[in-house]
């Protein structure tokens, strides 16, 4: 039967095209957040940070886009290839106390060629 | 580069028994920190540790313990293993212990009790 969490939500498009991946956090007093990628068998990567001074960030093809009035974070990627087929999640680390992020639950990008 | 070294790569329990993670950080990194990773879930933290010395606690059971050696690397003792506790542990360095440190994470270790 079903188990719930195993059903990530995923998002399809085609090599070439642009990819808007969504998250929603929940602390208000995160001020940290970090997308990560995560290949199959593969352990999370790093891919861009930013500071909740900021409303975006650009990377090389991905720019992070936040929201602090509605909690919302988007990674954009760029001209997605095969080879951007990962699930990613989003961690926010709140202010203060502790240095551990939270991770959101992920999105599967699955690029068609 | 080097990156995060983690042994076994898999490893297959019975109930009740014991199992040792080890990990061994990026060089130069002094801090290290658990994941467990449940089929499409997303990691939950456990445990961290900064110049050997236990750092941030998260969602660890009583059952697992962990430690930083003097070389930096970290083992997870997991006893009394139960079928619940199968899933990928990650292990991941970071230079130092602070709320912008990148954490690198290792390709983890499948644990799998039957």
């Known amino acids: 039967g079903e188990s719930v969490g195993l059903h990530l939500p995923t998002l399809s498009v085609q090599e070439g095209d642009n990819s808007i991946i969504n998250c929603a956090y929940s602390?208000?007093?995160?001020?940290?957040f970090i997308w990560y990628k995560q290949e199959s068998g593969k352990g999370p990567q790093f891919i861009i940070d930013?500071?909740?001074?900021?409303d975006k960030r650009q990377g090389q093809r991905v720019t992070v886009l936040l929201n602090k009035t509605v909690k919302h974070l988007s990674l954009q990627i760029a001209a997605t290839q095969p080879g951007d087929s990962a699930v990613y999640f989003c961690?926010?680390?709140?202010?203060?106390?502790?240095?551990?992020?939270?991770f959101g639950r992920g999105t599967s990008l699955i690029v068609h060629p | 580069a080097a990156g995060v070294i983690q042994s076994p790569r898999h490893l297959i329990k019975e109930k009740r028994e014991t199992a040792t993670l080890k990990c061994y950080p990026i060089?130069?990194?002094?801090?290290v920190y658990w994941y467990q990773q449940g089929p499409g879930q997303d990691p939950q933290f456990l445990i961290s540790?900064?110049?050997?010395?236990?750092?941030d606690k998260g969602s660890i059971p009583d059952r697992f313990s962990a430690q930083q050696f003097s070389d930096y690397h970290s083992e997870l003792n997991m006893s009394s293993l139960e079928l619940g506790d199968s899933a990928l542990y990650f292990c991941?360095?970071?230079?130092?212990?602070?709320?912008?440190?990148?954490?690198?994470f290792g390709p983890g270790t499948r644990l799998l009790v039957l």
């Open positions: 602390n208000s007093a995160s001020d940290y």
């Open positions: 060089p130069r990194h002094d801090t």
């Open positions: 961690a926010e680390t709140p202010s203060g106390g502790s240095y551990i992020p939270t």
């Open positions: 991941a360095s970071s230079q130092s212990r602070g709320r912008q440190e990148t954490q690198y």
């Open positions: 930013i500071r909740s001074n900021m």
């Open positions: 540790f900064y110049e050997k010395m236990q750092s």
